[in-house]
């Protein structure tokens, strides 16, 4: 299986569908889904690239829906709060997430070459990580993994 990011699909559809999903969750939770939040959203879909705060900002100013920093950090971090977005914390950034809704535990793979970010399945390697933290007495309450190289396009040939 390709993981999303890296695969080729109709991206129209999946920005679509990831706007769709999040304001149907939105609605049946009682949250409010602001025009900056799904800008932001927007924003992170049209793209399978880790963005920082400072880029998501820029969309949004050029938007016309603010202009200083909190204005992007509060959308993204009710994006992230709610499952709609996760961050990258080798890169400080965020992606959209591929399977909003659902119960999943991925690994993302960043390309070093192109920065782009897909996500993967990883329930196996997440249950692999806490099994192994068990068998030391510890027991782990977040799991992220973040894996670095390169890309199918990427890749010499």
Do not use: W
Request: aromatic share 6%; hydrophobic share 45%; net charge negative.
């Amino acid at each position: 299986m390709v993981a999303k990011g890296f695969s080729h699909h109709d991206h129209d559809t999946c920005i679509a569908s990831g706007l769709e999903t999040a304001r149907k969750a939105c609605a049946e939770q009682g949250l409010q889904l602001t025009k900056v939040r799904e800008k932001a959203l927007a924003v992170l879909l049209a793209e399978h690239r880790a963005m920082g705060a400072y880029e998501v900002l820029e969309h949004l100013r050029d938007a016309g829906l603010g202009s200083q920093p909190p204005v992007a950090y509060r959308a993204l971090d009710f994006l992230v709060k709610h499952g709609f977005v996760h961050r990258i914390e080798q890169l400080n950034a965020f992606i959209a997430c591929a399977h909003p809704g659902e119960n999943h535990a991925p690994i993302f793979l960043i390309c070093r070459a192109c920065s782009a970010v897909a996500e993967a399945p990883g329930i196996a390697a997440r249950d692999a990580v806490r099994d192994a933290a068990l068998a030391h007495g510890f027991k782990a309450e977040r799991i992220l993994i973040e894996v670095e190289g390169q890309c199918p396009q990427c890749l010499p040939q």
